[in-house]
């Protein structure tokens, strides 16, 4: 028997007392042990609830308890679960987390830890909710050079973007209804400004990578200026508008950003609606593969940190290797990497916006007074300086991924 | 060091060498050691290949050298392979195989053997190429009671409907064009019957029950009696035609079948294109995750059995779990299954085929002189007791997939 700690009773951590215990059978012939959740760490008490008897407050009756050798982290924040976390793995006690956080601003430290102290450090749940995502790239596609990893990465922004594109609707309007439904937050920017995808893509391009991509180092700009007229523009030309967080591995060095895309019907990313999510991974001799699934939801993830429990059961005194070095991993300015852009602006500009922009496609939709226009392939400061220089001529751009 | 025997230097044998030294040092970083290719196992010398002083032509010579400890088997049939499988297995050299023949067919006895000889029998490569699915079965989705498996598992097949729907071609001569560009065999049954479809989701279904889904117990049909009509229909009802393999968790048991079926654009299963497969899987908690890739080609499956061999030479000496026994699984009678029905008929003969299928829907597309129908929910065998009933009166019928 393996006994188990919950740090945090919320959404994910209840979540994972449910999975464990609703598919108790199958979890425990799997975990090839007997799972047994001994406590729960929160601040309240849940009186009536079926675990009552299992909260703890204080956290060393967790660290103190030799007989706990796996604790899940589904706290939140960097604080607390810096600390608690970083206790455990000095216990040699495996932390599994869904925590993207931590992850991403800790995860080489992490990793150090359990390795010196012959446990894991398992975040499958941090990225992709229950896609499992991470575990394949580290276990799954270790044949490959990973060349490039874009995904659709936060599912509020993309539930935004697919009613905008399928209802015609406002940004605000969408993110109001999102917000009632509760797939939005009330204070929603770590969403819509694209913070949620950048902590979740500098984990994927780390492993990409084998080192630190550094989430502050990553260009970051979120959907709140796309709007209505700019899907009828994708519309009209067969693309859709994504919010996109990539890495890649350029000639020169790594890009990893997260900005929102025209990306075409061909994309398998294209279809991924709602509050999906999908992660498509290139490698140099597999070619594309996608990983597509429910992003969020407290059981999807909730599974996931119990599929990294379950490797660690099958696995006690033995760190699991994952490549992932404390080594900072330079990136490309982005300035110098080279695409095409998409282009609104008013028809009464035309003349205007087409000579900056010279060898553009125009495309134009019928009764209405802007048009639109894709550039050919430049490097972003080139772009930007003529986009500046055309001031209020133009109305907005949206850079366009192959 | 490790070393490791490639059995047949095919086009997939020859990839495996092909990535093994192509990513060289990720490889051998991914597997903790230096990974050696030893020897090449074929019936013709390659002079002038790099690798031509590796070939062997008696399997003994490798069998018989304790210093190989993994072997590729990229033979293919079941009658060599199976005996050089089982040598290896029974000496504790573990094999990672690319061989869904072997698998479907023998896949527990080989597991027992290398569970016996504390090595590893691993298959990623038997389905889905270079698509990350047997692994993610077996050591991802483990939080996750696997309620179904829904998969476009051949390429050739794939391919050959794609063309039909986007071009509007007909059966025959899209499978010539693909016989051209090499795509498809000459002998294409194994593909367009459904078989090899069959085989692969023999495998899902066995590791999803935990027990055998015996392939001969599938129902299986294939693709020759698709027309271009049909897609005509399809493409009126905003559906695709699509060969898939599925296997189900029904209250009565599990239901296992290929067959062509029409799906809804709303599946993520819709947009799989050209020679692309895709596996949906729905699992209790987490709900649907799409796993999507090329399905063949030489240097996706290789790299999925190098990341076998990755694995095995991470646990040496160690036999992973795989939860697949012996005990066959019985399947439910898919004459007892229910689900809708495509009927197209000609249109002369409207009254009689709609008295038959009261409360169908109709589907008519201008300037045609036949017309199609969806019945409602119904048992297999109740459709196909008043479709035979109908005679000549009927020119096709398409199961329906929710």
């Known amino acids: 028997m393996i006994h188990v700690a919950v740090l945090g009773y919320g959404t994910v951590g209840s979540g994972v007392v449910e999975v464990i215990e609703g598919n108790k059978a199958l979890v425990n012939k799997r975990a090839l042990t007997e799972l047994n959740i001994k406590y729960i760490l929160d601040l309240m008490d849940f009186p009536g609830d079926p675990y009552e008897n299992k909260v703890v407050h204080d956290v060393n009756v967790i660290l103190d308890d030799p007989e706990v050798s796996i604790v899940c982290e589904t706290m939140g924040g960097v604080r607390a679960a810096y600390e608690f976390t970083k206790k455990a793995l000095l216990k040699g006690k495996s932390v599994c987390t869904s925590n993207k956080e931590m992850v991403a601003k800790y995860g080489p430290e ?41 995904g659709i990465l936060n599912g509020t922004t993309n539930y935004i973007l697919t009613k905008m594109q399928n209802e015609g609707a406002k940004f605000e309007d969408v993110l109001k209804q999102a917000q009632d439904l509760g797939y939005a937050e009330l204070h929603p920017e770590a969403d ?130 994952i490549f992932w070095d404390a080594e900072v991993e330079k990136l490309v300015d982005i300035a110098d990497v080279e695409r095409a852009f998409f282009v609104r602006a008013k028809a009464a500009d035309k003349a205007a916006v087409l000579a900056a922009f010279g060898g553009a496609e125009v495309v134009e939709v019928a009764g209405r007074d802007d048009f639109a226009l894709v550039t050919s392939v430049m490097k972003e400061k080139d772009f930007a300086a003529k986009y500046e220089a055309l001031g209020d001529k133009v109305i907005t751009r949206i850079r366009i991924e192959a």
Do not use: H, W
Request: overall charge negative; aromatic content about 6%.
């Open 110 to 150: 992490m990793l150090q830890l359990a390795k010196e102290n012959n446990c894991n450090y398992l975040f499958e749940a941090s990225v992709g909710g229950g896609i499992p995502i991470i575990r394949p790239i580290n276990e799954a596609l270790t044949a490959e050079k990973l060349e490039a990893i874009t």
């Open 192 to 321: 819509i400004e694209g913070f949620d995808a950048c902590r979740k893509i500098a984990i994927l391009s780390s492993l990409m990578v084998g080192k630190t991509v550094n989430y502050e180092d990553i260009y970051t700009e979120g959907i709140t200026k796309i709007t209505a007229d700019d899907f009828v523009y994708a519309k009209a030309m067969g693309k859709s508008i994504k919010l996109l967080a990539m890495s890649k591995a350029l000639e020169n060095g790594t890009l990893a950003m997260v900005s929102p895309c025209m990306i075409d019907a061909s994309s398998p990313l294209y279809m991924v609606q709602d509050v999906f999510n999908a992660v498509l991974v290139r490698g140099n001799m597999l070619g594309d593969a996608m990983f597509y699934g429910k992003g969020a939801g407290k059981l999807a993830t909730a599974s996931a940190v119990v599929a990294d429990v379950i490797e660690c059961a099958r696995n006690m005194d033995t760190t699991l290797p």
